[in-house]
């Protein structure tokens, strides 16, 4: 059955570090966009960065531009999100979520739709 995981999360100060990551299982990666999204409690889902399925396009919401950084490993059906200088404003539960596009030359939009979704890790920053 496909699935995907994440894992990471967790407790850190702000100006901190983590590395997100999600797994997916049951399926091959190869052929779909990632992406990862974020949803603050009382907030609506938002999109934070999104990678194409080679990996050779992403992009990022202005938001984490300059801070996260996205990437993925093929091989090990496994995508990443690196997350430096964190503020109090980036907690929130962190999701992944896979979309079939085989376009190697543009990361997915947001707004498209996803066939999987992880259910979430969570990320909290304070001090």
């Known amino acids: 059955q496909p699935r995907l995981v994440e894992s990471g999360g967790g407790l850190v100060q702000p100006g901190g570090s983590l590395r997100l990551s999600c797994v997916a299982s049951?399926?091959?990666?190869?052929?779909?966009?990632i992406a990862w999204f974020r949803q603050a409690p009382g907030k609506e889902r938002e999109g934070v960065s999104a990678?194409?399925?080679?990996?050779?396009?992403?992009n990022y919401a202005s938001f984490v531009k300059g801070r996260f950084a996205i990437s993925r490993d093929n091989a090990k059906n496994t995508v990443y999100l690196q997350m430096n200088s964190l503020k109090p404003e980036d907690t929130a539960a962190y999701y992944c979520?896979?979309?079939?596009?085989?376009?190697?030359?543009?990361?997915?939009?947001?707004?498209?739709?996803?066939?999987?979704w992880g259910h979430g890790t969570q990320v909290t920053v304070s001090s």
């Open positions: 049951g399926f091959s990666l190869n052929d779909y966009g």
């Open positions: 979520a896979a979309t079939f596009f085989p376009d190697h030359s543009k990361a997915p939009e947001y707004g498209y739709e996803y066939d999987y």
């Open positions: 990678i194409s399925n080679t990996g050779g396009a992403t």
